[in-house]
């Protein structure tokens, strides 16, 4: 597989690999098939492989699920290598995101102590790479701030992820990771007129000066949410959007306006599931399938996609739409030669 390499904002150079991991393929599988046992929950996660030809694989683990026990079952059923994963990338900061990164940490940390100190390589430090704008607290107040009916399960903080061994590193901007092979994004620029934000009365706490206790603010946009895009020579984009707050079309026109490559495939929750969200079904298959030219190859809807989405996306990409969940490894391969062919994509405006 050939990736190309991405350096700032510019992409220059080639990788050679893209690997999403879900699940392992039966051959990395050690012993019978059905012992190996896999654990779904209501968040993302993903560990993306990536290889520039020639050079040494790369490990960036994007989000790590909900809590502590699922993170923990899956690397163990997947034989993930976790000692080579150099960076967590959280996309935002929400629970089911969040959830796992201790775990995550503490399983790392475990593993190295049982390779002992003479292991080589050396495993690297891992950097937990975080927008530095760590909410309080969030939570769901449909009949208005002053009546919280739910508050989301704590972030962990700064402090306790350096503890557990993690190096924190806040970004607000966008950066290349991973050898240069991974891109995380900045703010996401909202400008799709049907993507407006959360409707449900999201909240966040504030402290205020002076006060001792602050208070529940509404807030309609999730600012620090951010998504991944690795650039695949033959391929083109492949897009990680976790939750897609910002909506989908806003990270797709923002992804190809930093690259100006067509998008090869998007993995991750499309937030388009509950009621009040219904209306911008329509709208979003059409933006993939009639305003964006090529097409994404393939949409991968997970999470908070929603059923209604995914047969709408369906109906409108055919088999471009691919059922995923836990227990997938997805393997896009570049081609150079490919890549001399292909042509910037053309976006509709709204
Ligand atoms: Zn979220
Ligand atoms: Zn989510």
């Not at 990771?177 to 996401?188: D, F, L, Q, R, Y």
């Not at 806003?250 to 388009?272: C, E, Q, S, Y």
């Not at 047969?311 to 896009?332: H, Q, W, Y």
Request: a negative charge; proline letters at 7%; glycine letters at 10%.
């Amino acid at each position: 597989m050939i990736l190309r390499r991405i350096r700032g904002r510019v992409h220059r150079g080639w990788i050679s690999k893209l690997i999403v991991v879900v699940c392992p393929s039966f051959e990395s599988i050690r012993g019978t098939v059905l012992d190996v046992l896999f654990s779904g929950a209501h968040g993302f996660s993903a560990l993306i492989e990536t290889q520039i030809e020639g050079d040494e694989p790369h490990y960036t683990l994007f989000d790590t699920g909900p809590e502590s026990k699922s993170i923990a079952r899956n690397i163990a059923a997947m034989h993930i290598p976790v000692e080579k994963i150099s960076r967590v990338v959280l996309s935002h900061w929400h629970s089911d995101h969040s959830g796992g990164i201790l775990s995550f940490l503490n399983v790392r940390r475990q593993k190295i102590s049982s390779l002992g100190p003479n292991h080589t390589p050396t495993p690297p430090p891992c950097v937990v790479d975080l927008h530095p704008d760590r909410p309080i607290a969030r939570g769901i107040a449909p009949n208005g701030p002053e009546k919280v009916m739910g508050q989301l399960n704590p972030d962990p903080t700064f402090e306790e992820i350096e503890e557990a061994g993690g190096v924190v590193e806040k970004r607000g901007e966008g950066h290349a990771v991973a050898g240069g092979g991974v891109w995380v994004s900045g703010e996401i620029p909202r400008l799709t007129w049907f993507e407006e934000g959360l409707h449900i009365g999201a909240v966040r706490f504030f402290e205020e000066e002076g006060e001792a206790k602050g208070k529940w603010v509404l807030e309609q946009h999730i600012m620090d949410e951010r998504y991944a895009a690795i650039d695949v020579a033959g391929k083109g984009l492949v897009i990680f959007s976790s939750c897609s707050h910002a909506g989908i079309v806003n990270v797709v026109r923002d992804a190809i306006k930093t690259f100006n490559r067509p998008v090869h495939m998007i993995i991750g929750g499309l937030h388009l599931a509950s009621s009040d969200l219904l209306y911008r079904i329509a709208p979003t298959v059409e933006f993939f399938s009639t305003k964006m030219r090529p097409s994404p190859t393939y949409v991968l809807p997970m999470h908070c996609t929603g059923f209604t989405a995914k047969v709408a996306l369906e109906k409108a990409l055919g088999e471009g739409c691919v059922p995923a969940s836990t227990g997938m490894r997805i393997e896009v391969v570049g081609d150079r030669e490919v890549d001399k062919g292909m042509f910037p994509p053309v976006v509709e405006d709204d």
